[in-house]
Structures are given as C-alpha cells and as structure tokens.
C-alpha cells in the first residue's frame, strides 16, 4: 500500500483507503482516488450532488419568497389594468408596432393570455434577473460564510462537479422562476379577461392553443436568456466568502449594465451586453417566428455562460477553502 493511500491530508495515518478525504483546508488533498461506489467518477454519484442540490435551492424559505413576489406581479398588472379598464376592450388590435413590452398591455383588455407576454416583459428587466442574482451570487458565497463548503468538498463530491451541480441548480430557478410568472399571468388573465384566438405582432390570427404554445416557447426564451447572467453570478460568487456581498454585488452588476445599455452615446458595445437582446422574446409572438434577434440573444448568452463559466471553474478550483 503506498504512502498516499495511508496517509491522511494532515499527515496522520491508518486512514482507510476507501474512504479518503479528498477536500481539506488551504490546496492540501490525497492522490488517492478510491474506485467504488462513493468515488465521484461514478455517474450515480454526479447525479445525486445534482439531485441534492437543486432540492436544497428549490426549498429554502428564500427561494419561496422570491417565487411568491414574482408570482404577485402579474397578478398586480392584471388588476392595475382590469381597474384602469372596467374590463372593457379598448386594446389595439394588434400589429407590428405591438411589439413592445408595454404594448403588450394594450392587448390584455381583449384576450388575456396577453397577460403572460406583458408580465415577463415586465419583469425581464428587473425583478427576474435581480431574483437570478441572489441566487447565483450565493451559490458558493452562501456556502462559505455558512461553513458548509468545506464539507461539500469532504462529500467526496470534487470541486468541478460541485460546482456545475450550483450553476445547474441556478438555471433550474431560472426555469422554474420563469414559468411561475408565466403561470400566475396565465391564471390571472384568464380570470379577469377574456381568453380565445390571439392575434399576433405581424396581425395574423392564430387559435387558443397554438397562442399557449407560443406563451410557453416565450417562457422558455425569456428563461434562457438568463443563462450568461446566472454564469456570472456564479463567479462573483467565487471572488468572496460573503454570501450577501456576493449577492450584492451581482446585483450591483445587473443594474451598472442596464444602465450602460440605455446609454446612447454608447450603442457600440451594447450588442455585447447580456441584457441588450432579452425583449427579442416579442419575435415568439410574429408569424412566422423571426429568429435572428433571438439567435443573437443564444449566442450572447452562451457565450457570457462559457466565459464567465471557465472563470468561475479557474477560481474555485485554486481557491483555498478555509470554511
């Protein structure tokens, strides 16, 4: 038996070989890699860190209130335009110039599956992100200032599929965060407004289905569109062991780059800023569905995803884990 397999990562001896911490304080671990069932290599294993993750993020107290003020703000919109209304239909028509996030509004008197489309573009811009951004940003950050990252590590989970199991939980919560909004508007349009055939930006009429399909592809779109974001969370996460500043700063981020995006004199870099092509999800409701806009958004977002992805891995994985 060699000298690493009996050897402890402080130096301490008899440490079954089955066993082996593979995560202590500082760089220091065994070079022993165990190959049984526990071992991290093992598929099975992956998925349960996966498994156990996204439940751990789905059911802590933060997430529901997160998902309970996203779900209240199409409700609220809903409301807002039933009062201002009296649930007559004095929307437009539809056309090319509606498609707008706020004009998304004028059509929710008519058919209130509009309700969906006007409720993310509502929150798109602020409230989905910023709720992807405390998420994110303590994903590891939460981790360390609770003194639980460092048993994560002891698991033996590894530091690599640690950290992609944190950055699929995050994009769980986008989805989910999505779709609860998509699903409240859905709910509240269909109460307070009429619902049927939907008429689309390019003025064509298509049915009921076909329109839940297209609020769906739009959830889906708009869900997406936060990936870049979610990856850099993830790595602000990494840069601290305070799970607030890291949220904080993640936050910070969001709206620093919002601003810089509605800043004219500055139109040639907005094309590379992660939010500039998030309302592109208007090009779902065109017929046919225009995709070079929401292309350009994929391309984006993947590309923020694979940068700031590879900059979170390099970090966590030559960072000393000293809680």
């Known amino acids: 038996m060699s000298q690493a397999e009996t050897a402890g990562p402080a130096g301490t001896t008899g440490q079954s070989p089955r066993n082996p911490p593979t995560e202590t304080t500082g760089t220091t671990e065994t070079t022993g890699r165990p190959r049984n069932p526990g071992n991290p290599r093992n598929p099975l294993w992956t998925l349960g860190i996966l498994r156990s993750e996204i439940t751990t993020t789905l059911r802590r107290h933060r997430t529901y209130a997160l998902l309970a003020v996203l779900a209240a703000v199409p409700v609220l919109i809903g409301i807002a335009v039933r009062i201002e209304t009296g649930g007559g239909g004095s929307g437009s028509g539809g056309g090319p110039d509606g498609g707008g996030g706020p004009a998304f509004l004028t059509q929710v008197t008519n058919n209130g ?100 399909v297209r609020a769906a592809l739009t959830a889906a779109v708009v869900a997406a569109s936060l990936v870049g974001f979610a990856a850099l969370g993830l790595f602000v996460s990494t840069l601290t062991d305070s799970g607030i500043g890291a949220m904080a700063a993640t936050v910070g981020l969001l709206i620093t780059v919002q601003i810089l995006d509605s800043i004219p004199q500055l139109s040639g870099i907005h094309p590379y800023l992660f939010p500039h092509f998030w309302m592109s999800f208007a090009d779902v409701l065109r017929e046919p569905v225009h995709w070079e806009e929401l292309s350009k958004n994929f391309q984006l977002q993947g590309l923020y995803a694979a940068v700031f992805g590879s900059a979170a891995w390099a970090r966590f994985t030559a960072k000393d884990i000293t809680a």
Do not use: H, Q
């Open 113 to 212: 599956l509009f309700l969906v489309f006007a409720a993310l573009a509502a929150t798109l811009p602020v409230f989905l992100p910023m709720a992807v951004g405390v998420v994110a940003g303590d994903a590891i950050a939460g981790e360390a200032s609770g003194g639980t990252l460092r048993y994560l590590l002891v698991a033996p989970a590894g530091r690599t599929r640690l950290l992609l199991a944190k950055y699929a939980s995050v994009l769980t919560f986008c989805l989910v965060a999505t779709f609860v909004v998509a699903a409240s508007a859905l709910a509240a349009g269909a109460l307070l407004f009429p619902v049927g055939e939907v008429t689309t930006i390019s003025g064509t009429r298509i049915s009921f289905g076909e329109g839940l």
